[in-house]
C-alpha cells in the first residue's frame, strides 16, 4: 500500500553545519511533496514543496531534492541554526496527504 | 502566521463524557481536515470537508463525528470518550485551488482518564 516514511526517526547536528533530512515513499503515482516542520506543541507548518515534474526546489535554506527512480525525497537545510530543532515531516499527495513518521532534528550549540 | 484556531489547547476528561473539538479560520478557506497524531508520530487524516454542509472520512477510521455549517467552523464531537481517544487533534485548511498547501491550528492535546 502507500507508505511515507523517513530513514532516520533522530538527527543530530552541529550549529551551522547542514542538514539532510531523507523520506521514501511507495506510491509512484503521487504527483506532489510537501515538507513540513513542526515545533514542539505547535501545528506543522509549511516548509517548502515539489511538484513530481521537477528534481530540485530551492527556498531560502533549505532545498528539496526528488528521486522518482528510487523514490526518495530530502529535505536539505543549510547553516542549520537552532530554531530548525523541530520534527520534520514528509506528505506526498495521491489523493489526500499522506504524512510520514517525522525526523526529529536537534541542533547542537 | 495561520489564522486557524483550536479551543481548548488541552483537555483533560473522565471516560464516557461527550466533547467538541472546536476549530476555526478565518481566511475563508474551503477545505478543512482533522488529524489525529500521536507523540511523534505521523498524522493520521480522520475527517475532512469540502464546504459547507460537506463532511468525508478519512484514511483513519475513527469514533469522532463533524460538523460544517459554517465556512470558519469545524467541530469535532465525540459523544463517549474513552482513554484510546487519548491523542494530539490537528485542525487545518486549504484554499480549494491548492488544496496541498494546509495550513495547521495548534492542536488540542486529549487525555481522557
Known amino acids: 500500500g502507500e507508505n511515507v516514511g523517513l530513514h532516520l526517526p533522530t538527527l543530530s547536528v552541529q550549529e551551522g553545519d547542514n542538514s539532510i533530512i531523507n523520506c521514501a515513499y511507495s506510491?509512484?503515482?503521487?504527483?506532489?511533496f510537501i515538507w513540513y516542520k513542526q515545533e514542539s506543541g505547535k501545528g506543522p507548518q509549511f516548509i517548502i514543496d515539489?511538484?513530481?515534474?521537477?528534481d530540485k526546489r530551492q527556498g531560502q535554506r533549505v532545498t528539496v531534492l526528488l528521486n522518482k527512480t528510487v523514490k526518495h525525497l530530502s529535505l536539505q537545510i543549510a547553516a542549520t541554526q537552532p530554531g530548525d530543532s523541530a520534527v520534520y515531516f514528509c506528505?506526498?499527495?495521491?489523493?489526500?496527504?499522506?504524512f510520514g513518521k517525522g525526523t526529529k532534528l536537534s541542533v547542537k550549540p | 502566521e495561520a489564522d486557524i484556531y483550536q479551543t481548548p489547547r488541552y483537555l483533560v476528561i473522565g471516560t464516557g463524557k461527550k466533547i467538541t473539538l472546536e476549530c476555526s479560520q478565518t481566511m475563508g478557506h474551503d477545505k478543512m481536515y482533522w488529524y489525529q497524531q500521536d507523540p511523534g508520530m505521523e498524522l493520521h487524516l480522520i475527517h475532512y470537508?469540502?464546504?459547507?454542509?460537506?463532511?468525508e472520512k478519512g484514511d483513519l477510521s475513527s469514533e469522532s463525528t463533524v460538523s460544517r455549517i459554517r465556512t470558519e467552523h469545524f467541530p469535532l464531537t465525540l459523544e463517549s470518550a474513552r482513554p484510546s481517544h487519548t491523542s494530539q487533534y490537528l485542525c487545518?485548511?486549504?484554499?480549494?485551488?491548492?488544496?496541498?498547501?494546509?495550513?495547521f491550528g495548534p492542536g488540542t492535546r486529549l487525555l481522557v482518564l
Open positions: 506510491n509512484s503515482a503521487s504527483d506532489y
Open positions: 515539489i511538484r513530481s515534474n521537477m
Open positions: 506528505a506526498e499527495r495521491g489523493g489526500n496527504l499522506i
Open positions: 470537508s469540502y464546504g459547507v454542509n460537506s463532511t
Open positions: 487545518a485548511s486549504s484554499e480549494w485551488e491548492s488544496e496541498e498547501t494546509q495550513y
